[in-house]
């Protein structure tokens, strides 16, 4: 007979008092309660190298400069407007002139008439060199002493060419031999100079000025020009 005081076996102890017994210990070990912060955390971001900024900076401020001069000097290019000079050939001569067994032989003398177009810009001529050419062909050329030219100045310019038993093609020497026997020989002249624009003290980026005079015919028996003075292309 079993004992009624005996708990049944596989029912939950009741405790004397009415109440449930406690929870059972999961482990040995009772951590501490850790209340989580309302607000993340997030690590201080590594100090900048200062040193990208500076050059940042310093290319802004350089292309702002750069700006401004630009405007300035375009301003002043639009307020003065240049304008390119007037290139004319007065008159041209040939002597001494010789052309026989793919050579040859002669001297040039020319004279320009240059005018400065501008109120305000004085022009600087620098470097100046001029060709004489039978069509294409190259025949000589010479150098012409660099000037100044004031506003609204018209000068005037000589050069002489010489060549002296210069070979040249036999096709060229024919051609300059049946012009000159049908009365008359056409040459063309070329002048390149290195220039610039003056304005009181400012001056202009110099400039690459070239200048064609076409077809000037001269007498095949006198050796002057025919037709008097021609206007030059200027570019």
Request: proline share 9%; hydrophobic share 35%; glycine share 6%.
């Amino acid at each position: 007979m079993q004992d009624p005081s005996r708990p049944v076996t596989g029912y939950p102890v009741q405790n004397v008092n009415g109440c449930a017994p406690p929870p059972p210990a999961t482990s040995s070990t009772a951590y501490p309660y850790v209340n989580p912060s309302p607000y993340p955390y997030y690590p201080a971001p590594p100090p900048q190298n200062p040193r990208p900024t500076f050059f940042r900076r310093l290319f802004v401020v350089f292309a702002v400069l750069l700006i401004i001069f630009g405007t300035i000097l375009l301003i002043i290019w639009l307020v003065l407007r240049p304008h390119l000079p007037d290139f004319s050939i007065q008159s041209l001569s040939l002597s001494k002139f010789n052309a026989s067994n793919q050579r040859v032989s002669g001297t040039w003398n020319a004279q320009f008439q240059v005018s400065n177009p501008n109120k305000k810009l004085s022009i600087y001529y620098g470097d100046i060199v001029s060709s004489v050419f039978h069509k294409d062909d190259f025949l000589t050329e010479t150098r012409i002493e660099p000037f100044v030219q004031g506003t609204r100045e018209v000068n005037t310019v000589e050069a002489s060419y010489s060549v002296v038993d210069s070979f040249v093609e036999g096709k060229v020497v024919d051609a300059m031999n049946g012009e000159r026997t049908r009365g008359e020989i056409k040459f063309n002249i070329k002048v390149v100079a290195d220039v610039a624009f003056r304005y009181g003290g400012w001056r202009g980026r110099r400039r690459l000025l070239r200048v064609w005079c076409d077809d000037l015919a001269l007498s095949g028996s006198s050796g002057k020009m025919t037709g008097g003075s021609k206007k030059c292309s200027v570019d």
